[in-house]
């Protein structure tokens, strides 16, 4: 997949910043929404919880969702469910790396956005499985 441009990236950005400001549960609705439209990927999340802790997981699956739509919007369409192989594929000990070097728009946004070390990497190799999988 071509790199998603910072300016999808940074729309997307704003858009949820407004959503957030305007409705204190719009964050619960966007981790509903991944749960639900990436069952898959949001188990894995789920299952990286000694890593994040309990409240480390939530932000996590908000991230995520946040990468979700970049990719969505950049796509044009929905994006397919993300398995488990798809994770498995693009495991990697660089996924900040990798994830750099292919999507700088979405590298940028864990990196700006993102405190914890694990939490990147995890949203990391999330955004490279959602990239992959756009690519079917």
């Not at 188990?43 to 908000?62: I, K, M, P, S």
């Not at 044009?76 to 994830?99: H, K, N, W, Y």
Request: aromatic share 4%; net charge negative.
């Amino acid at each position: 997949m071509a790199g998603i441009p910072e300016d999808v990236v940074a729309a997307v950005v704003a858009e949820t910043s407004e959503r957030m400001a305007e409705d204190p549960n719009y964050a619960q609705v966007a981790v509903g929404a991944l749960v639900q439209g990436q069952p898959h990927l949001s188990r894995w999340l789920t299952a990286n919880d000694t890593e994040l802790g309990g409240e480390g997981v939530v932000h996590a699956v908000f991230h995520a969702q946040v990468l979700a739509e970049c990719v969505r919007r950049h796509r044009g369409r929905r994006v397919p469910v993300v398995r488990f192989a798809d994770l498995d594929a693009v495991a990697s000990e660089d996924a900040m790396g990798e994830l750099e070097r292919a999507q700088t728009g979405l590298h940028g946004y864990i990196t700006s956005n993102v405190e914890s070390e694990a939490a990147m990497r995890i949203l990391a190799h999330a955004g490279l499985a959602l990239c992959r999988v756009a690519l079917r």
